[in-house]
Nanobody, 117 residues
């Protein structure tokens, strides 16, 4: 497992942008699948984006608006969120799959994103 720390959340108006960051520990960060998830109040956690050796994949709800990226030199992943909607309001978590490419074994504590209408 690795330690993950998210940052960059906040309050933004609809149509605005935010960039989330997730700093990770670990010596072989570049080999990890990294994912972004979110959980809105009263709802289950849902997938947002994934970056693996097979490419980057997005949930349909964020495709074209969100962009996930990583800087392996900094052990950091990012989630650029544009054209934000009130329904994007949630706690956003990053996760790492360090052993099996599609099984997340490490989670951050999350960062709150609130989009006002």
């Amino acid at each position: 497992q690795v330690q993950l720390v998210e940052s960059g959340g906040g309050l933004v108006q609809a149509g605005g942008s935010l960039r989330l960051s997730c700093a990770a520990s670990g010596r072989t960060f570049s080999s990890y699948t990294m994912g972004w998830f979110r959980q809105a109040p009263g709802k289950e956690r849902e997938f947002v984006a994934r970056m693996s050796r097979y490419g980057t994949y997005y949930a349909d709800s964020v495709k074209g608006r969100f962009t996930a990226s990583r800087d392996n030199a900094k052990n950091t992943v990012y989630l650029q969120m544009n054209s934000l909607k009130p329904e994007d309001t949630a706690v956003y978590y990053c996760a790492a799959a360090t052993i099996s490419w599609n099984s997340y074994d490490s989670w951050g504590r999350g960062t709150q994103v609130t989009v006002s209408s």
